[in-house]
């Protein structure tokens, strides 16, 4: 509960949580399109994950560029989301003073940033259990059961947001299926093998001696 007397040390002003989160979501995904610049410096590119955004609320930002950290872990390299804050409340701050202020407040600072990090990294793991595999999202909740022989997570630089299948082995044939709580399958376990390519399709799949690409995506 907050009182007179621990005002200043619990509350946080809902309107500038939400100028903050509103700031820090524009910056990180001004990041994130460097990130992408420097990786393929393709402006089609930039315009596919700026489309991807554009109409998307606050909130539903920050949890597509969640996902897309999620698959390129990369992109955290160079984010660093102290300097992300600092412009965030430089943006929301109308005088310098203010903007000195909320930097050296503290108790703002850790709540902001771990408010960031909350938001923005949200990576998943694989786990085993009794010999087979799964995927744990961030919260710890099963994503893919562990029914698996093998699974490829699909680190893979994606050029927008999108869901991207992961790569699994199940009775010795690999196939490919969603990281949607449901392991929904989209290419049955029917390969010999599944490899995982840098660029569209983003899939090779083998059956005895003949390959071809996986249009999935």
Request: aromatic residues 12%; proline residues 4%.
């Amino acid at each position: 509960m907050i009182t007179q007397e621990n005002f200043d040390s619990t509350y946080m002003d809902p309107i500038e949580q939400q100028e903050i989160d509103k700031f820090v979501c524009k910056e990180v995904g001004r990041q994130i399109h460097r990130y992408i610049k420097g990786m393929s410096g393709s402006h089609q590119t930039m315009l596919k994950f700026e489309e991807s955004l554009k109409d998307m609320t606050v909130a539903e930002k920050e949890k597509a560029i969640a996902r897309y950290i999620d698959l390129n872990r990369h992109a955290l390299d160079g984010l660093d989301l102290k300097m992300v804050l600092v412009r965030a409340m430089a943006n929301y701050c109308d005088t310098f003073s203010y903007m000195m202020s909320m930097v050296n407040d503290k108790r703002k600072w850790v709540y902001y940033l771990q408010r960031i990090r909350d938001k923005y990294i949200q990576l998943h793991e694989v786990f085993e259990q009794d010999g087979l595999y799964g995927i744990r999202d961030h919260e710890g909740r099963v994503l893919v059961r562990p029914e698996y022989e093998f699974l490829r997570t699909p680190y893979v630089y994606v050029d927008d947001i999108r869901r991207i299948p992961i790569i699994a082995q199940k009775g010795g044939k690999m196939g490919l299926i969603l990281p949607d709580y449901n392991d929904t399958v989209v290419v049955p376990f029917i390969y010999d093998d599944i490899q995982l390519l840098d660029e569209p399709p983003y899939f090779e799949a083998r059956l005895g001696k003949e390959r071809k690409k996986l249009e999935v995506v």
